[in-house]
Nanobody
Framework: QVQLVESGGGLVQAGGSQRLSCAASGIAFSFAAMGWYRQAPGKQRELVATINNGYKTNYADSVKGRFTISRDNVKKTVYLQMNSVKPEDTAVYYC????????WGQGTQVTVSS
């Protein structure tokens, strides 16, 4: 069955860095365009970054230049390197495919303190 397991969240100071991981199973990972999403308290889930099977990346304007998405097809894992984090990056972070059609995982909480 399809499973997405996010990890790597935690408490980080503004200006710091955090690296998130998402391990996927039950999908043809190497063919899938994958994405990171986030949901802040009281807000809708939003797309943060995507990476396709050719390693082309796209980012939301709010994170461009600070976050980097990458993937390891052997490990079936997608990563999100978060640098220069801001308090407004505080959210639960999820991964999914680029169309968000897979069952959602539990997410990983990132809290940025000012």
């Amino acid at each position: 069955q399809v499973q997405l397991v996010e990890s790597g969240g935690g408490l980080v100071q503004a200006g710091g860095s955090q690296r998130l991981s998402c391990a996927a199973s039950g999908i043809a990972f190497s063919f899938a365009a994958m994405g990171w999403y986030r949901q802040a308290p009281g807000k809708q889930r939003e797309l943060v970054a995507t990476i396709n099977n050719g390693y082309k990346t796209n980012y939301a304007d709010s994170v461009k230049g600070r976050f980097t998405i990458s993937r390891d097809n052997v490990k079936k894992t997608v990563y999100l390197q978060m640098n220069s984090v801001k308090p407004e990056d505080t959210a639960v972070y999820y991964c999914n495919n680029a169309g968000s059609t897979l069952p959602w995982g539990q997410g990983t909480q990132v809290t940025v303190s000012s």
